[in-house]
């Protein structure tokens, strides 16, 4: 296998992607980010301050790449387009909007690509249509047996989510592309997983496999799973409440504002007062944009201008 180094950094590599374009593996290797969100905002730099880039090449013989072909179907994002590529997760209450607004972000700018929660996957989970069940539908009715299970696949799907190599358009543009994930693993663990345990839906002992495998995973993949920015949604429960019955779907007919009210202090006390403890180092450094969406955005063109030009200012930051 013959490699060949197209640029190199003395520093310590920390993270390796490999895309596979044309028979050609691109390997790319960033290094750590070092700059805290403060530093960047003083220094104006950018959110790939600190990540050096080694990208390196390698043969490999045909048997070797249809396992790998399989595996990959994308074009390979190279060079200076991941590197000006953005991370950003919404977060929010449910019903609060977030399908919405990532919906809008992308009908405002096609550089800013919405990745939406895999909410059809949890409804479906299964190999053929007989033997699919609702596991949505079975946590809501049944949270005690089927809470922990339910959060295994979310997790595990958002991560398949969050792994995506960006969509082939965005590698093009001229501007700075975003990828927008709805929800992350991140509000998996610091949301739901947590609000499940203290509610008592999740028991001790799955509590902590829980941790142990998030934590040991979210290592291993590093900074592949990691985000430059996080938009957190805001409205106060009873209003996600309104918006939830409107939207009517079938598994939800149970939620109760306690329920949601809950999950909202759980997002303040991670995004705002800051008082969850979080495990992941480069998470406590992420900058938080909060939206206030109470008001229809939807409707009034001044609240949806006005929310969109603090996304614009935001994404210029990261
Ligand atoms: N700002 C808003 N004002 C009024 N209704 C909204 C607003 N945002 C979303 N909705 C409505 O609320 C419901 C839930 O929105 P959705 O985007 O699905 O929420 P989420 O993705 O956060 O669960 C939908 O019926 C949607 O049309
Ligand atoms: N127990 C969990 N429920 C979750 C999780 N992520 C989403 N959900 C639920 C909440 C909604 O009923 C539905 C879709 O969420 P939206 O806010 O996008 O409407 O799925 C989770 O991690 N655990």
């Known amino acids: 296998m013959a490699l060949s180094l197209l640029s190199s950094s003395t520093r310590t590599c920390m993270r390796l992607n490999s895309y596979l374009h044309k028979g050609e593996l691109t390997v790319l290797i960033s290094l750590p980010r070092t700059a805290s969100n403060k530093e960047w905002r003083n220094t104006g730099r950018r959110a790939v301050c600190g990540t050096g880039r080694v990208h390196a090449t390698a043969q490999m013989n045909e048997s070797t790449l ?17 590197e000006r590529l953005r991370r950003v997760s919404i977060e929010g209450n449910i019903a609060v909007g977030k399908s919405t607004f990532a919906k809008l972000l992308h009908s405002v700018n096609k550089d800013w690509d919405v990745v939406p929660e895999p909410v059809g996957k949890w409804q479906n989970v299964g190999t053929s249509e007989k033997t699919a069940s609702n596991l949505l539908d079975m946590m809501y009715r049944d949270p005690q047996r089927w809470s922990y299970t339910f959060q295994t696949f979310s997790c595990m799907s958002r991560m398949h989510t969050q792994l995506q190599p960006p969509a082939t358009h965005l590698l093009g543009s001229g501007g700075t592309p975003v990828q927008v994930f709805e929800r992350s693993v991140y509000s998996d663990r ?3 997983a ?3 345990f203290e509610l008592g839906s999740i028991n001790a002992t799955e509590w902590a496999v829980y941790q142990s495998w998030h934590s040991f995973l979210l290592e291993q993949f590093g900074q592949r799973l990691e985000l430059e920015g996080i938009i957190y949604l805001k409205a106060p429960p009873q209003i996600c409440l309104e918006r939830l019955k409107r939207r009517d779907r079938d598994e939800e007919k149970g939620v109760k504002l306690d329920y949601l009210e809950k999950l909202h202090d759980q997002h303040e006390n991670w995004l705002v007062n800051k008082s969850t403890e979080l495990h992941f180092e480069q998470l406590k450094q992420v900058p938080v944009l909060v ?10 063109e001044k609240v949806k201008n006005n929310l969109i030009s603090q996304v614009r200012e935001f994404f210029s930051m990261l």
């Open 291 to 300: 939206l206030d969406t109470s008001g229809n955005f939807e409707e009034d």
């Open 190 to 192: 610091y949301i739901f």
């Open 66 to 82: 249809k396992g790998t072909r399989k595996r990959r179907a994308h074009a390979p994002p190279v060079g200076n387009e991941l």
């Open 194 to 196: 947590l609000t499940l």
